[in-house]
């Protein structure tokens, strides 16, 4: 299981790397550019997270297990604030209609300061992941992704859908959230009582971040090449 979630970890670097080789190509796309630094925070996040399995596997840091480094939900906490932010902002940035981009941002205010009084104002920050946050902020998300599919469906984009990169990373992310959501709902009430659920959710959820981290990484690389051969056979064809 640890070898997996290096694993994870490694694919979160590589699909950072493929984003910003993208970027670098398409330099204009700037929303990329955001979200592939976002994905190279996630890569350093996620490395400072396997602290505790540090201490757990070697006699000579368990000192720390009586600090805070032992568990990391201070820092998963954040982060996942911070996570739902950065994919809410990169997909209401590809939706065109001005008065839904106003109110995802008026909602995504409202979410981030119900998430931050919760992790104040009881005892989560330090003890658990917040449910509030992850819940919330899947629903938020979900529901702006799908109007980014409604609003595909009604313009001129969907002629050009193989092309759009922001469509490569909806797709993963939608699958990854639709299937962990439900894990969050129901881990806190079986974590003491099945032990089989605790480890099946484990295996999902690093199923499913190989699955969309590689996705990720495959959709940067081959439409950062595409783009550039498309641009040859054009100069070429002049």
């Given at each position: 299981m640890q070898d997996l979630r290096f694993l994870v970890i490694l694919l979160e670097g590589l699909a950072a790397i493929c984003g910003l080789y993208y970027y670098k190509k398409n330099p204009t796309i700037q929303t990329v550019g955001f979200f592939s630094y976002f994905l190279l925070f996630t890569f350093f996040v996620e490395s400072i997270g396997l602290f505790p399995a540090a201490i757990y596997w070697n006699e000579e840091l368990h000192f720390l297990k009586q600090t805070f480094w032992y568990k990391n939900f201070w820092l998963y906490n954040p982060y996942q604030i911070i996570s739902f932010v950065v994919y809410i902002h990169y997909f209401?940035?590809?939706?065109?209609?001005?008065?839904?981009?106003?109110f995802i941002d008026k909602a995504l205010l409202l979410y981030v300061i119900i998430c931050i009084?919760?992790?104040?104002?009881?005892?989560?920050?330090?003890?658990?992941?917040?449910?509030v946050t992850y819940l919330l902020g899947s629903f938020f998300l979900l529901g702006v992704i799908f109007y980014y599919y409604f609003e595909i469906l009604l313009s001129s984009k969907i002629l050009n859908i193989k092309r759009e990169i922001?469509?490569?990373?909806?797709?993963?992310?939608?699958?990854?959230?639709?299937?962990?959501?439900?894990?969050?709902?129901?881990?806190k009430y079986f974590t003491s009582k099945s032990p089989e659920f605790v480890e099946l959710s484990s295996w999902v959820l690093i199923g499913m971040n190989i699955f969309m981290y590689s996705?990720?990484?495959i959709a940067f690389l081959w439409l950062a090449n595409r783009r550039k051969r498309t641009s040859k056979n054009i100069t070429n064809a002049f």
């Open positions: 209401k940035w590809n939706i065109s209609n001005n008065k839904t981009r106003k009084t919760n992790l104040i104002f009881s005892d989560v920050l330090l003890k658990s992941h917040s449910v922001s469509f490569y990373i909806s797709f993963p992310a939608l699958l990854f959230f639709l299937t962990t959501a439900p894990i969050f709902i129901y881990f996705s990720y990484s």
